[in-house]
C-alpha cells in the first residue's frame, strides 16, 4: 500500500512540477531563437524579454529581417500557453515600439499597421518551432517603395490589392520550410494591370554539415499560379497564362554543386483590341540545369558580387569584375567537368512546334583555359523548329523578323527543312564549331564574339 502512495506522490509532483519543466524547455527554444539565411535574405529573431509562469509566459522580441543587405527590425509580443508535450505561442506587432522608421525603410511600419500580421505557433520539447501567419486583405500604394523603381513601367500610384494570406514557417536545425498561399492578388498601375489566382509558394532549406545554411544551401522548392493576367488599360491588349510553375532544386555532394530548375505553363492566350478572338499558344517546358560544379568557388562569385562595395562601382567596372569573377569560378570548377544543360519544348502542333536541348561541358586545366577558352569548351545543340512557330508569339513578338532569320538559317545552311519544321545540330569541340557536320567556325565565333561583348 505504502509504495502505492508513494507511486501517487510521485506522479503528483511530476503533473504539478510538469508545466514548469515545459516552460523551460520552450523558453530554451525562444532564446537559441531563429537564424536562417537563403541567397540575399536573412530572418533572425532574438528574445529580449521572458516572464515565465506556471501555465503561461509573456514575451517580447524582436524580427530582424534583412533583405539585399538592408535589415528591417520588427518588434513583437508573445503570448506562451503551456500544454503537455509543448506550448502554443500567439504573436502580434509591438505597436508601442514599432517605430516610423524600422531600418532603413520609413514605408514599412505603415505596411505591417495595414497588414496586421497574427501568428500561432506550436513548439515541441524537442525544440523547433511552427508557425502560421495570418495576413487580413489590404490595398496600398507601393510606387514609392525602392524595390519598385525597376518595375514602374509609368508615373503614379501603384496600387497592391489581395485578401486574406496565409504564411506558415516551420523551423528546426536540420531543415527550414517555408510556405505561402494567397488566393488573389493584384497590382494596378497606369501602365497597366497585373492579377493573379491560386498563387502558391513552397520552399524547403538545409543546412551544410557545420549547421550554417550559407548563400548556396541544398534546397528544393517551388511557386505556381492558377492563371495570370497581364492587361493595358484603354487598349484590350493583354497575356494571360494559365497553369504557370517552377520548380528548383539544388544539393551538394562534398564540395561539388549541382542545380535545377524548371519552367512549366499550360497555355498562353494574347488578345489585341484588333482582333476577333484571342490567340492562343503553348504548353511550355523549360529545363536548366548546372552540374558538378565547385561550390566553394560559386559561393565566393556570390559573396564578391554582393559586396557593397562592388554595387557601387561604375557599370564598366562592375562588367569587367563580373566577367573576372565568372572565369575564377570555371576555372575553380574545370577538374569536375562542371555543365550546363538547356532543354525546352513549346507547342504540341508539328507546325508549330520548338524543341531545343543542349548541353556545354567544360573541361581541361585552368591555365589552358585562360589561354585558350575555346579549345575547354564541349558543347551539342539540337533544335528543331515548325514554320509557323513565329506565328504563334504574336502579340509578345513580332512574327516577320523570326520568319526572316528561319529563312536565312536555311538558306545558308544552319538549318534544314523536313517536313512541316527546320531542323539543326551544332557541335563544338577542339575549338572547331561545326553544323550540320560542315565546319562554320569563322562565322560562328564571329556571333559568339558579339552575343558575349568580349567576354572571351
Known amino acids: 500500500m505504502r509504495k502505492w502512495i508513494l507511486l501517487v506522490l510521485v506522479l503528483g509532483l511530476l503533473a504539478a512540477g510538469w508545466p514548469w519543466y515545459v516552460g523551460g524547455q520552450v523558453e530554451d527554444t525562444l532564446e537559441a531563437g531563429l537564424d536562417t539565411q537563403a541567397g540575399g535574405l536573412e530572418l533572425r529573431h532574438e528574445l529580449d524579454e521572458y516572464r515565465r509562469g506556471y501555465r503561461e509566459a509573456s514575451a517580447r522580441g524582436t524580427l530582424h529581417l534583412t533583405l539585399q543587405d538592408e535589415e528591417y527590425r520588427i518588434p513583437l509580443l508573445h503570448e506562451v500557453h503551456h ?3 509543448g506550448a502554443r505561442v500567439r504573436t502580434r506587432l509591438d505597436t508601442d515600439e514599432l517605430d516610423t522608421e524600422p531600418g532603413d525603410a520609413p514605408e514599412l511600419a505603415d505596411v505591417l499597421r495595414q497588414l496586421d500580421p497574427r ?19 489590404v490595398r496600398m500604394d507601393i510606387a514609392e517603395w525602392p524595390a519598385m523603381a525597376a518595375w514602374q513601367t509609368a508615373e503614379g500610384p501603384a496600387w497592391l490589392e489581395f485578401g486574406e494570406a496565409l504564411l506558415q514557417l516551420a523551423w528546426s536545425d536540420e531543415q527550414a520550410l517555408v510556405s505561402m498561399s494567397i488566393p488573389r492578388l493584384r497590382l494596378d498601375q497606369a501602365g497597366g494591370t497585373l492579377e493573379l489566382e491560386g498563387v502558391r509558394q513552397v520552399l524547403a532549406l538545409e543546412p551544410d554539415v557545420h549547421g550554417s545554411w550559407g548563400p548556396l544551401p541544398d534546397f528544393e522548392g517551388g511557386v505556381a499560379v492558377d492563371r495570370l493576367e497581364w492587361v493595358r488599360p484603354g487598349c484590350g491588349n493583354g497575356v494571360m497564362l494559365h497553369r504557370a510553375r517552377i520548380n528548383a532544386f539544388q544539393t551538394r555532394h562534398e564540395d561539388r554543386l549541382d542545380s535545377r530548375a524548371r519552367l512549366e505553363i499550360e497555355n498562353m ?34 559573396e564578391s558580387l554582393r559586396d557593397p562595395s562592388f554595387r557601387a562601382l561604375d557599370p564598366d567596372q562592375r562588367r569587367d569584375l563580373t566577367h573576372a569573377a565568372i572565369l575564377d569560378a570555371i576555372s575553380a570548377s574545370l577538374e569536375r567537368s562542371p555543365a550546363i544543360s538547356l532543354k525546352g519544348t513549346m507547342n504540341t502542333a508539328p507546325e508549330r ?10 573541361s581541361g586545366a585552368p591555365e589552358r583555359f585562360r589561354v585558350r577558352p575555346m579549345e575547354s569548351v564541349a558543347l551539342d545543340i539540337r533544335a528543331g523548329v515548325g514554320l509557323e512557330w513565329p506565328d504563334s508569339l504574336e502579340g509578345l513578338a513580332q512574327p516577320d523578323p523570326l520568319h526572316r532569320f528561319l529563312a536565312a538559317a536555311e538558306a545558308d545552311a544552319w538549318l534544314e527543312r523536313e517536313g512541316e519544321r527546320l531542323d539543326g545540330h551544332l557541335v563544338m569541340r577542339d575549338g572547331r564549331i561545326f553544323v550540320q557536320d560542315r565546319d562554320r567556325t569563322a562565322s560562328a565565333l564571329g556571333l559568339l564574339f558579339a552575343v558575349s561583348g568580349g567576354m572571351f
Open 83 to 85: 500544454g503537455v508535450l
Open 119 to 137: 501568428a500561432d505557433s506550436r513548439s515541441g520539447l524537442g525544440g523547433g518551432l511552427t508557425t502560421r501567419v495570418k495576413l487580413s486583405g
Open 269 to 302: 492566350e494574347v488578345a489585341d483590341a484588333g482582333w476577333r478572338e484571342a490567340r492562343r499558344s503553348g504548353p511550355v517546358d523549360v529545363q536548366l540545369g548546372m552540374e558538378r560544379w565547385d561550390r566553394a568557388a560559386l559561393v565566393e562569385l556570390v
Open 353 to 362: 512546334h520548338l524543341e531545343l536541348d543542349g548541353e556545354l561541358v567544360l
